[in-house]
Nanobody, 119 residues
Framework: QVRLAELGGGLVQPGEPLELACTATGSISAFGHMRWFYEAPGKEREQVAFIAASGASGYADSVKGRFTISRDTAKNSLYLQMDSLKPEDSGLYYC?????????????WGQGSQVTVSS
């Protein structure tokens, strides 16, 4: 079975960087689009970054110019480099990946990484 494991959350001060990583394990034959979602306390989960199978990427206005999404399919991994972090970036971050496992497309979620930006 497929599992997405996230690493890299933590506590940082405003202005500092942090990188999240998401690694997929299991029976995987191909990857499609990949995304990072953000969930603030008490609010709905929202997409903040997207990277297509082609490598094209897009960002929510709130993170544009500060966050960078990347992928390394050779390592079955997705990354989110977060620079110039702000207190309002605090919350849970989830990776979300489309992939083929055992002949079928599916969408999978990571377990979530807590990011706290505070002085």
């Amino acid at each position: 079975q497929v599992r997405l494991a996230e690493l890299g959350g933590g506590l940082v001060q405003p202005g500092e960087p942090l990188e999240l990583a998401c690694t997929a394990t299991g029976s995987i034959s191909a990857f499609g689009h990949m995304r990072w979602f953000y969930e603030a306390p008490g609010k709905e989960r929202e997409q903040v970054a997207f990277i297509a199978a082609s490598g094209a990427s897009g960002y929510a206005d709130s993170v544009k110019g500060r966050f960078t999404i990347s992928r390394d399919t050779a390592k079955n991994s997705l990354y989110l480099q977060m620079d110039s972090l702000k207190p309002e970036d605090s919350g849970l971050y989830y990776c979300n990946i489309d992939l083929i496992s055992r002949g079928s497309w599916g969408t999978y979620w990571g377990q979530g990484s807590q990011v706290t930006v505070s002085s």
